[in-house]
């Protein structure tokens, strides 16, 4: 039943299961980690940043940050790669506005009322949901966020499989947005003591989702590194 279990996890069917919950998955952790107010993902920190600079959406932001990482994806790979790029562009479309979504919902039901230490709570188990969630689809590796398989290349291109230095090389290009938009606006948003935890822990909270949750799922390899 165990070697059933595993083949099925593996499988196109399976991979593609893993995939669609994980989106779930991301997009949720994503949203209640904004609503808590208590710091979100360091590249959602960034691009709410850059929304409060330029005063365009959130989900806007999103999607264009994300579109800009995924070429940055290609350059990385020095290659062209089409099919890779439009299944970056198959996640950030509607991740960046189901996202939103879910933010919205957790507003409506008070959310970002609730006492500080239940909102530091709920900023923990939403910013741990995303790591679980990018560790399923990093493994799966059918469609994947461009945020996400930028760390995922340099992990196996470039830094000989390890899921915390890749993490935290990926983290560069935000902490520049950041710097540069409070430059510009004075102002500091989205970032509190979950975009801290999110950058120390990201990287661990990856690794040990690769080996403890739905573990059965192995990385799906796709280039050479």
């Keep these: 039943n165990r070697q059933l279990t595993k ?46 600079w330029l005063h365009w959406s959130l989900g806007n932001m999103l999607l264009i940050e ?14 062209f ?30 959310v970002p009322d609730l006492n500080i230490w239940f909102r530091v709570i709920l900023d923990i188990i939403g910013l741990f949901g995303i790591a679980a969630a990018v560790s399923l689809y990093q ?14 290349i340099l992990r196996f291109r470039f830094m000989h499989g390890s899921a915390v230095w890749s993490q935290w090389t990926s983290y560069i290009p935000p902490i520049i947005l950041i710097i540069i938009s409070v430059i510009e606006t004075h102002q500091l948003v989205a970032v509190n003591f979950g975009t801290v935890y999110n950058i120390l822990t990201q990287g661990y909270l990856i690794g040990w989702s690769d080996h403890h949750f739905f573990s059965k799922l192995h990385h799906h390899l796709n280039y050479k590194y």
């Design 7 to 52: 083949q099925w996890a593996n499988s196109l069917t399976g991979r593609w299961c893993f995939l669609a919950f994980s989106i779930f998955l991301n997009s949720c952790s994503n949203g209640l980690t904004v609503s808590t107010n208590m710091g979100s993902a360091i590249w959602t920190a960034s691009a709410a940043n850059l929304s409060n």
């Design 66 to 79: 994300g579109v800009i990482v995924a070429i940055t994806n290609l350059l990385l790979l020095r290659k």
């Design 81 to 110: 790669d089409y099919f890779r790029l439009i299944r970056n562009l198959l996640y950030i479309i509607p991740f960046s506005y189901i996202l939103q979504g879910f933010a919205d919902f957790f507003n409506y039901i008070g």
């Design 139 to 152: 493994r799966a590796n059918l469609i994947m966020h461009p945020n996400d398989d930028f760390p995922y």
